[in-house]
């Protein structure tokens, strides 16, 4: 069962997501003497990621992260790159603190770069994944119908129209034809290898997607509807958000 958590806006959702995150942080730097945490991008993330870096009493030296997913071809100065907002809004902040495993989206062979992420996380404990949910119900750059199956830590997917209109929508890029068509992502089941993992998801345009996600059946087309299954899940939303779910208060 997911944790359903309403905030009054998306600022203190975010707020609210990064504190929460920070407590966790906290808690297994405390247990292991360090951390791996997985780190998501677009712009449901802003508000999480400005609390998460000014957070106290976190030694970002021991913590190591990876991210979610980045567009294939795409280089780390294009103003879309996951990698690039990473640098810009985690990193940077914490003088580039913890350990960083970028996807590099323009390496050139896709496959080869998802074996190397793979060696390098494939096994490996991960405390804490921060991620989002899609208009189309993904999770990470997991579009429907889904991969539920694979236990490759990172795949190279093709993206379906749904999520390449939502990037467009949000302005990462100037056209549709200008959204790449395929990512390399982290896959379903790696995220589900997380301990704890926190979703941060406000606005009315992801309303649909969420309730299909926390009421509906857990299918493959609805891909964030998997982590019903997992033990720690939290989501944070908002009253736009949440306002197609029943039995939560939302208007």
Same mark, same amino acid.
């Given at each position: 069962?997911?944790?359903? &958590?309403?905030?009054?806006d998306a600022a203190a959702l975010?707020q609210a997501s990064a504190e929460?995150? %920070?407590?966790?942080?906290?808690?297994?730097?405390?247990?292991?003497?360090?951390?791996?945490?997985?780190?998501?991008?677009?712009?449901?993330?802003?508000?999480? +990621?400005?609390?998460?870096?000014?957070?106290?009493?976190?030694?970002?030296?021991?913590?190591?992260?990876?991210?979610?997913?980045?567009? !294939?071809?795409? /280089?780390?100065?294009?103003?879309?790159? @996951?990698? #690039?907002?990473?640098?810009?809004?985690?990193?940077?902040? +914490?003088?580039?603190?913890?350990? @960083?495993?970028?996807?590099?989206?323009?390496?050139?062979?896709?496959?080869?770069?998802?074996?190397?992420?793979?060696?390098?996380?494939?096994?490996?404990? !991960?405390?804490?994944?921060?991620? #989002?949910?899609?208009?189309?119900?993904?999770?990470? @750059?997991?579009?429907? /119908?889904?991969?539920?199956?694979?236990?490759?830590?990172?795949?190279?997917?093709?993206?379906?129209?749904?999520?390449?209109?939502?990037?467009?929508?949000? #302005?990462?890029?100037?056209?549709?034809?200008?959204?790449?068509?395929?990512?390399?992502?982290?896959?379903?089941?790696?995220?589900?290898?997380?301990?704890?993992?926190?979703?941060?998801?406000?606005?009315?345009?992801?309303?649909?997607? !969420? &309730?299909? %996600?926390?009421?509906?059946?857990?299918?493959?087309?609805?891909?964030?509807?998997?982590?019903?299954?997992?033990?720690?899940?939290?989501? @944070?939303?908002?009253?736009?958000?949440?306002?197609?779910?029943?039995?939560? #208060?939302?208007?």
């Amino acid at each position: 069962m997911i944790d359903v &958590r309403i905030c009054a806006d998306a600022a203190a959702l975010g707020q609210a997501s990064a504190e929460l995150g %920070a407590a966790t942080l906290r808690a297994a730097l405390a247990k292991h003497g360090e951390a791996c945490i997985v780190v998501a991008t677009g712009a449901s993330q802003f508000a999480m +990621l400005a609390a998460l870096t000014a957070a106290p009493g976190i030694d970002w030296r021991r913590v190591t992260a990876f991210h979610l997913d980045e567009y !294939v071809g795409l /280089p780390e100065s294009h103003p879309a790159s @996951f990698r #690039g907002y990473l640098r810009q809004r985690f990193l940077a902040p +914490l003088g580039d603190a913890p350990a @960083f495993h970028p996807v590099e989206g323009d390496a050139p062979d896709p496959a080869a770069e998802a074996l190397r992420l793979n060696a390098l996380l494939r096994g490996r404990r !991960v405390d804490l994944c921060f991620a #989002g949910i899609g208009e189309n119900c993904h999770l990470a @750059f997991n579009d429907p /119908p889904a991969d539920f199956d694979t236990e490759d830590p990172y795949i190279v997917v093709t993206l379906d129209e749904g999520c390449r209109r939502q990037q467009l929508g949000e #302005g990462w890029f100037p056209t549709l034809e200008a959204v790449p068509r395929q990512a390399i992502s982290m896959s379903v089941r790696q995220i589900l290898r997380a301990e704890k993992i926190i979703l941060t998801t406000p606005d009315q345009r992801k309303a649909a997607a !969420v &309730r299909d %996600a926390l009421e509906g059946p857990v299918t493959p087309l609805h891909p964030a509807s998997i982590l019903q299954g997992h033990a720690d899940t939290t989501i @944070f939303l908002d009253p736009a958000s949440s306002s197609l779910l029943q039995g939560t #208060g939302a208007a």
